[in-house]
């Protein structure tokens, strides 16, 4: 996908890039675009945060930094695509990726929060798309680790999107039925990675941690249900479990394909 409107996109971003032009195999390949979609959320999230007052420093810091990487994970993944399908999907990322950023950075109102919402969602089909497309070209057993926990990565940020959503009470009738479909794909992919009989006893030991995390995260889902939020609390657990997930998910990326 090498053309004059992706370098237009992604000029002067190469420096940003944490893997540079070089070359990357495909269990990374998986592991940035399935970063991609969790961006995709990330960055939702945070302009939720900041539109609802709710750590509002941390989120603009976060909000900034978000930006940056999904930018520099363009460069790597350009470097990377070969043959058209490939090339093709990942030109539609960035298409919706400008229109996408632009409406994050303009002042976060409740009256754009829902196109919000949904161009995040599209981003984020797009991008799950690209990640298919990644490891149908290799059939490696370890990338399909990488896919899994990176989406728990991805599900981790969807679930405090939308649950800021719910506390925000934007008019949507989609979101408690979105958010508790998020919350179910989350625990039975727990509950996958931990059986699966590649894990090293390292990773069974993050996977166990990640388990203690998400059972205590879910004492403040149910609040949710009696229209009770912490948002504060949820945004703060959700982190936590970010991070276990994308410590995860390195590790996956280095298993043996």
Not at 115 to 143: N, P, Y
Not at 174 to 185: R, S
Request: hydrophobic content about 45%; some cysteine.
């Amino acid at each position: 996908m090498r053309n004059k409107s992706l370098c237009g996109l992604l000029v002067g971003l190469l420096l940003l890039s944490p893997t540079g032009w070089a070359a990357i195999g495909a269990a990374e390949a998986v592991n940035l675009a399935g970063m991609q979609r969790m961006l995709s959320q990330r960055i939702a999230k945070n302009y939720l945060m900041i539109g609802a007052e709710i750590r509002p420093e941390q989120a603009n810091q976060q909000l900034d930094e978000s930006l940056a990487r999904f930018e520099s994970n363009l460069l790597a993944l350009d470097a990377y695509a070969s043959g058209p399908a490939l090339e093709q999907q990942l030109q539609r990322v960035a298409l919706l990726w400008q229109d996408y950023r632009g409406l994050v950075l303009q002042r976060p109102e409740r009256e754009s929060a829902l196109r919000v919402l949904s161009l995040s969602d599209q981003l984020l089909a797009e991008c799950e798309t690209l990640v298919a497309r990644i490891e149908q070209a290799d059939a490696g057993r370890s990338a399909s680790l990488v896919n899994r926990s990176g989406r728990q990565r991805m599900l981790s940020q969807r679930i405090a999107k939308l649950y800021l959503a719910l506390s925000w009470k934007l008019p949507q009738q989609e979101l408690q039925t979105q958010f508790g479909q998020a919350v179910g794909e989350f625990g039975q992919a727990l509950d996958e990675l931990r059986a699966a009989p590649e894990n090293s006893a390292a990773i069974d030991a993050a996977l166990a941690k990640a388990s203690a995390q998400w059972e205590f995260s879910q004492s403040g889902f149910r609040l949710s249900e009696d229209a009770r939020y912490v948002p504060t609390l949820i945004s703060i657990t959700c982190e936590t479990l970010f991070e276990q997930m994308d410590g995860l998910t390195r590790a996956y990326t280095g298993l043996p394909l």
